[in-house]
T-cell receptor
Framework: GAGVSQSPRYKVAKRGQDVALRCDPI?????LFWYQQALGQGPEFLTY????????KSGLPSDRFFAERPEGSVSTLKIQRTQQEDSAVYLC???????????FGQGTRLTVV | AQKITQTQPGMFVQEKEAVTLDCTYD???????LFWYKQPSSGEMIFLIY??????QNATEGRYSLNFQKARKSANLVISASQLGDSAMYFC?????????????FGTGTRLTIIP
């Protein structure tokens, strides 16, 4: 597709359940980002990949959060033992040139009940 | 650490009028970039405009322009001739221009509503 694609669009998880969120970046984009957006807030950085290398994971809130991009294209954000505070929209973005703006997907809205 | 401040939680503007959305920032890095994104109700973040810290002229993209005042550390977005489709959340963001540091820091956003 032409843009960044995220799936699923909506996910309801029971507390304690593991979830996996998928991101298909724009073809050829080297950089891939994950952001978390709580209700009424701006996105907050989680982690960044350049190709398959995870160069920055300083924003991951706990060791329950894990991200991978094994072949340098599709990425998966995994959250283990979900908790209510994990409820948020998870945005994926990709870019090809630094400092020229990343292209975002529509996000996955995660609700933990 | 970088910080972005957007002090207008919400704004109402008459259609066809110009609107200015405020953004101030704080950083000690000399090389940085400022971004504005639009987030409609569908949730996607749409890139609008970019201004580099060393750019001499204010950035413009169609009806969008960025009023960059470096000494005041402000980067306000100006939308001319507003349209109903401009109703959305608007986020100001900053990135540090340093290899390996690609992340953006976002403000809390301004909800713009265009009134017919």
């Amino acid at each position: 597709g032409a843009g960044v694609s995220q799936s699923p669009r909506y996910k309801v998880a029971k507390r304690g359940q593991d979830v996996a969120l998928r991101c298909d970046p724009i073809s050829g984009h080297v950089s891939l980002f994950w952001y978390q957006q709580a209700l009424g807030q701006g996105p907050e950085f989680l982690t960044y990949f350049q190709n398959e290398a995870q160069l920055d994971k300083s924003g991951l809130p706990s060791d329950r959060f894990f991200a991978e991009r094994p072949e340098g294209s599709v990425s998966t954000l995994k959250i283990q033992r979900t908790q209510q505070e994990d409820s948020a929209v998870y945005l994926c973005a990709s870019s090809t040139r630094r400092m020229r703006g990343a292209f975002f997907g529509q996000g996955t809205r995660l609700t933990v009940v | 650490a970088q910080k972005i401040t957007q002090t207008q939680p919400g704004m109402f503007v008459q259609e066809k009028e110009a609107v200015t959305l405020d953004c101030t920032y704080d950083t000690s890095d000399p090389s940085y970039g400022l971004f504005w994104y639009k987030q409609p109700s569908s949730g996607e973040m749409i890139f609008l405009i970019y201004q580099g810290s060393y750019d001499q002229q204010n950035a413009t993209e169609g009806r969008y322009s960025l009023n960059f005042q470096k000494a005041r550390k402000s980067a306000n977005l100006v939308i001319s001739a507003s349209q109903l489709g401009d109703s959305a959340m608007y986020f100001c963001a900053m990135g540090i221009d340093r290899i390996g540091n690609e992340k953006l820091t976002f403000g809390t956003g301004t909800r713009l509503t265009i009134i017919p």
